[in-house]
Every structure is written in C-alpha cells, then in structure tokens.
C-alpha cells in the first residue's frame, strides 16, 4: 500500500522530496514515508471552485433584482478552469493525477500550506473524489528547510487536530459567495443612478459596484480619514512652560493640569476642549477631553499669577526608579511589510511576494503570520542556536549573533541566561518570522535569486530585495534575543500657589528625567542611544522657586493619510480607534480587519475599482466611486464590526476537533449571512425598484469633442480641469452635469431639452445597443441620435392597450410576441399601422390610443418596427 502527499504547489514537493530523500517520476516525486511506498502530487493552488451563480440558479443574471431572491443554499464544487493557461496546466490535468494515484492509497497526506486555504486546498479534493482513507496532516509552519520538513513528517498531525480548519474554510468561501448577489443588486440601482452620479458608469468592470465585507469597511475607513482632514479646523493654542530652582540646579516642567468632569462642565474662558486621543484600556472608563489653551489675554494673566507667587513654588512629589525597554518581537506580516516596503522602496503588496519567495526557497519561516511571538520550545538550545548559526556566516549579522549565543549559552561576562520575552507558551499555530535552520552563508546569500511571481503573474521583485528581507527578518531575530535596555527615570511634580487656567486654587507643573544605564539590545545593529535628560535630586516639600516661565505656540494638525504601507497595519490595529470596549476586544482577539495575507490585496482592489487613488507619496485618497458607494451602503455593511464578528467565529470552527460539530458550525454561520443578505436585498428593492432614474450612459472613453467642450467650459469658466477628466468617462460626465447644465452662447453642445430628451432615449436602450460617445456633447450628434432611435422610447399607454386588444383578435397563429412589440414605440406604432384599418374593416373600433388614418409608418433596418 501506498501513501499519497498531497503538496499545495510544485516547489513546495521539490523541497519536500529533497528533505526526504524522494525522486522525481512522471508526474510525481517518489519514494518510502515510514517504511513504506510514498507517491507525492502537487496541486495548483486551488483545484476547485464554487460553482457560479447561474451554474445553481437557472435564468439568473445582472438586469433583474427581483430574481436575486431567495440566494440558493446550493454549494456544490467543480473542477476550476483558469483561461488563457495551456491545457497541460488546467486544474483538471492535475485532479486527474491525484484521482489517479488515489486508487491505490492506504493514506493520504496534506503537506499544502499551514493556514484555512492550504486546509482546504487539501481536503476539498478529497472530498470531491470522495476519498474515504486515512488521512494525516504535515505541518509545515516552521519553514522548508530540510530539518523543519523532516520534523513536521516525523510528528504528523491527525485530521481532528486540523480539519476545522477546513470547514471554516468553507464557511468563509460559502459567506462571500453570497455576496456575488448584492453586487449585481447595487450594480443593478446604479446604472439607473440610484446610488449618485459616479457609481454604475463605463463598460464593463468598471460598471461593477464591487461590495465585499472586508473592502466596504476598507474603504470606509479611507472616507472617514479624508472627510475627517476635509472638515478639521486648525486651533491655535499655547503651551506653559516653567523654569524651577530644583536642588543644585534647574529643571523645566510642564504646565499638567488635573482635569475632572466639574472643571470641564465650568467651561473655563480661554480654554477649548478637545476628546482625548488615548484610547482606553478594556477595564478604563472613557477619557475624559483634552484642554487647549487658547485664550491669549487668559494664558498672559496666568503667567503674570505665575510669576507674582512663583517664590512659594514647592516640590510636591519626587522618585526615582528603574525602567526596562524589551526589544522589538521577531515580525509578524504587516510589521515585516512596512519594513521591506521601506528599505527596498517597494509596495507593501511586493514586500510580501518577497518574504513568501524566502519561506518557499526555504530560508524563513511561514510568511502570512499575524503573530510576532514565538513558541517557548524555541528556546531550547538546539533550535534557537540553530537560527543562530544560520545567520553566523554573514558578516553584518556575526558579531551580534556570536553575542546573542554567548548570553544565552552562559558564556557572556555581562550577562546571565534568561528566557527573552519574545517566546511565549500560549497556543500558536503560526509565529514571527525568523530565519530556519538553513545555513545562510556569504555564497548563498550572493546567489539568491527571485523564483516567486507577483500578482502581475510574473516576477517583479530583485535578489537584492530579498538579501534585504533576509537581512531584516535575521537582524529582528537576534535583537529580539538580546536583553532588554534599562532607563533611571526621575519624576518630580511642582505646586505654584496660584490659580491656574482650569479654576484650580494652585497650579501644577510635571518634570522628567531618564538616563540610560545599560544599553542591551539598543547596542546591537545601531540601534542608537537615547537622549539622556536628567533632573537635579530633590526632596519632597523643598522649595523650588519659579526662575521664569515660557510659552510656546502650537497648532492642533490634522491626521495624516493613510499610505500603501500603513494601510495595512492600520486595518489590523483598527480596534484602537474604536470606543465601545466590547468591539474593541473583539477587533483586537480576530486580529483586526482583513486577515495578513489579504490586507495588500484589499488595498489594491479598492485602486483597481477607481474607489480609490495614490497620490505623491503613496497617500490613499478617497474617489467620487468610493464616497457614493460608502453613503449608499449600510451601516452594517461598512462596519468592521462585521468583519470581526465572522473571524471571530471562523477561528471558533478552527478550534473544533469534532467534524460533525464544525460542520453543524459552517452551516449555521452560512445561513446567518445569507439570510441578512437577502434582507437587505428585499431592502433595496423596496427603496429603488419603483424609483428608478435615467439609465446611465455607458461610454468607454472620452471623445476628441468632448474633451475639447471640456476644455472650452473650463477656459471660459476660468477654472482648471480635475485631473482624470479628460481620460475618464465617468468625471467628464460629471464636470458636464456640474458646469454645463443650461446651452451658452456659442456652445457647440446640445441644448438642456435636447439632452434630457437624449437621457431618456439612452435609458430605454436595449442591451448591447450603445449610445455615440459624443451625444451629450454635440449638437449635431445629439439630433442624429434622437433622429434615428427616438423609436427606442415606450409607447404611450392608450398605444399599448390597443396593440393588445388587436392581437387578442388575431387568428392564434397570427399572433405576434405582443410583449417584444409593446417594449417600444416604433415597434408599437408599426403593429397599429398593419392591423389597425385591417380591424376596423372587420368592426372593430379604434377607440382611444389608435393612430389616426394615414399616420406615417416607423421602421428601418436596425430600429424597433423594421421589416
């Protein structure tokens, strides 16, 4: 009998056979696992797909929302297709060659990546050829170097262990198909400009109203940054300052009030509040708001108050202590992101293809992790001295390596053994990325080579980014080693016996010093000293008199904008922008918005649906798309309360060692999301469906005419062209609707009538037929237009009743499609021209809506009522 591994993709089995001695066949690396036969297959990521919407519900499709409910609890698998690849590539070929190598298997090993997808890549292939062996997990989180290879199949994990990752697999893949039908409702509403005038514009994808439950509060969170810059208001204040005789010398401190709900609700004059910035801890109460101090004349009298008691001025409170400053954990993704990004000038997206390209060549450890901890069985000496070793041979890394041994083998004249902070025993299936047990030495490092393509489908980062993310990860992992840095810190606070700013009877003033006295891991990689600032010692009670005060001038300034690199840590740390505890804790236990190997794409998806832009800088700006779809959505659709509420319950499924008890879960959490999705569904029908506005014109480009009537607008309005305008559709029209309403003296475009008329006449197009890029901007093109498709509009009425009447009298295999025939005017008008007199001749009465005798007859080739 024979053991079956199953590998995510082809490099993952070369380093996989390598590690276990295992030969490349046909199709296959072969060789013994335990004494026994082993073939090992590869996959292709993903062999299977959900199948699509019309695949499960017949006749559905983009036109009809009516038809979008209910959602089908249908969720059966095919075999994936990927167009354009070759067929020897196709997810078949490689189905196939598993179906194949199972007939003869006693088990079954999944060796794909340690997360839900590489889960799931795995088992949905099994379940689809409906295999029912044993089946084994190798866990292969600690690198692809050969001795983490050889550790995770010599302890593999039963399927109880791991399975439940598959299932909230599938939960989640399951929820987000869901979604597929509010996409096609809001695309629907906004081609009929339901949702604002820049959704549901252009052709294509660019008509599509992409809603996802990860990018909709994505985006949200760009919209509420902009808006919150667009509308700050810059307060100018002032900052008091006092220089104190303390002990043998001189000490500046702080102004530091105490503030209370009382001398908030007193509203002091001269003084403006603002909330509080800090965020609270789980078990604090709300902070209570900042105090500006704004008032000139205010702050001048205290200063003079200051001055005329500053003799009394006594030392209230003074300690010294001690402080320790542990170094920073090994990288999770988003921190090693940030990093690469930075020193390497890369995209945060590109930094990632880079740390995956180093775990996949087997240098690293798994990439995709949102923990920075690592597990305390690292410690023991063989695996940490291990890491250290593989990092030895380069010289920018030696010295600190050979120091960071040297401690924690007992050998360091300064310093003792101890278990540094970074390892931790909670339960990890993932941890920070460290460097593996693969040697790194000076050759290797010269011959590393790209072999990992980016999102592009090809290869787009260097060997020097990733010498650079080596480097980086390694330098993180020794400092991380290294003992924390130690601070004397001095704390004094001072009492002027005077009235302060805030209704106190005496003022408070708050002075620091720190000095650092052993710089531990601040000596490794120049990680630079601190800036000593020290106290003179003082007593508590002493006198300290006010030698003079200082004011400074400051300014209240907006947030920043989010960039490409900090938009994704900014997702993971969303919950410590939000006030309510509970959210709060449940954004910080599900790790935030988005998962860490999602974050990158998020940010590139909102840029590719124009929802949003980057500007100089790699500033994230919010576009006319993004801010109409984020009024158009609800409130629980933007949340990331959403978000964290579904990871919260996926890592509950993960958890489950009972597969019966995780699928029981799955389907519970399925329901749950398709039932409030149909709800809302059933909500834009009642709000839209029966207001519906013009159909929107639907142009890929701008003309030639139209930008120059753009041009010609401006220049006479004297205001300059938005960027983007000219190029697209979508912002033309929206500079035409906002500075060409009414027709102007010598305007070339059509008049305001003649538009509207042209607005209706586009809404009842069919689909496929397309209206000229230039009718909403010239004349002559706009007469055209209504000239030859004005028969495209409906009929009245009275018109369609009367067709009706007269087919109904038709012999039955006379009668036409009545319904093809009443959809337009023109084709209307021809039926009642043919049949009309005919009707009368034979008695029947024309009676209202008829055309009168001798009304011309509509028709031609490629119009409604042709013949």
Known sequence: MTAVIITEKKDQAEHIAKALGMRLGRGQFEGTLEGR??????????????????????????????????????????????????????????????????????????????????????????????????????????????????????????????KGWFRASEARARSDWAYIFPVRA???????????????????????????????????????????IEQFVAVDHYRVYGRFQLGDGEARAAYDPEVSDAQIAAAPPGVTWQPSKRVPKDEESEPLDTPLFTGEAEVAAFEARLRAAGAASRVVHYAERERSEDPPKTF???????AIARACGISASLAQTVLEDLYEQGWTSYARTAHSELPANLYEPAERNGMIAAVSALPALASQAATARAIHDGAHPDYRPFRPGVFSSKPMEHYGIVPTHQVMGEAAFAALKPAKSGTSGRIEHTAEHLREAYRLVAQRFIQALYPPARFAVQEARITVPCPDLLGHPESHFKARGQRLIDAGWRAAFGAGDSEDTTLPKAAEGAGCALIDVERESSKTSPPPRYT???????????????????????LRDSQGLGTPATRSKIIETLIAREYVAVERGGKLVSQPKGRDLIRALPQWLA???????????????????????????????????????????????????????????????????????????????????????????????????????????????????????AQKIIASLPAGTEAPDDVLTDRAACKRFIDSHKDYLPPSEGMVRFARTLA??????????????VAHSGSCKAFLDKHAGAAKGKGGAGGKGAPRKGAPRKGGAGRPGAR
């Open 186 to 228: 809001y695309t629907y509403y906004a081609s009929y400009s339901c949702l604002g005038p820049n959704l549901g514009r252009g052709q294509g994808r660019a008509r599509v109203v992409s809603v996802g439950r990860v990018q909709a509060p994505a985006l949200a969170m760009v919209v509420a940054r902009d808006l919150e």
């Open 808 to 821: 109904e009298r038709l012999p039955p295999e006379e009668r036409p499609d009545i319904e093809a025939i």
């Open 639 to 757: 949340s990331p309360e959403t978000t964290a509420v579904w990871e919260d319950f996926l890592v509950k499924i993960c958890a489950q060692k009972d597969d019966v008890q995780a699928i029981d879960m799955r389907d519970r959490f399925v329901e749950k999301q398709i039932a409030m999705i149909e709800r809302h569904l059933e909500e834009l029908e009642t709000r839209h469906l029966n207001n519906l506005g013009p159909r929107q014109l639907t142009s890929s480009k701008v003309s030639k005419k139209m930008a120059d009537f753009i041009r010609t607008l401006a220049e006479r309005k004297g205001i300059s062209v938005p960027r983007g305008t000219l190029s697209d559709p979508a912002l033309a029209r929206a500079f035409l609707d906002e500075h060409a309403p009414k027709r102007d003296p010598g305007d070339t475009g059509p008049s305001e009538g003649q538009r509207d008329f």
């Open 332 to 338: 999770e993704l988003v921190d090693a992101q940030e």
């Open 37 to 162: 036969a082993a073939r090992m297959l590869w996959a292709r990521g993903h062999l299977l797909t959900l199948k699509g919407p019309e695949e499960v519900k017949e006749g559905l499709g983009w036109s009809d929302p009516k038809a979008l409910r209910p959602i089908p609890r249908v969720f059966e698998t095919r075999v994936a297709e990927l167009p354009g690849a070759p067929a020897s590539a196709q997810p078949k070929v490689y189905v196939d060659r598993i179906r194949q190598a199972l007939r003869g298997a006693s088990e079954v090993i999944i060796a794909t990546d340690s997360d839900r997808e590489g889960e799931a890549i795995g088992w949905e292939v099994l379940e689809h050829l409906d295999y029912q062996g044993r089946v084994r997990r190798a866990w292969l989180a600690e690198g692809l170097d050969k001795k983490s290879i050889q550790k995770a199949f010599s302890s593999l994990r039963g399927p109880e262990e791991t």
């Open 564 to 586: 490409q690199l900090s938009f994704p840590k900014a997702m993971k740390n969303i919950g410590r922008n939000v006030r309510d505890p509970k959210l709060r804790k449940l």
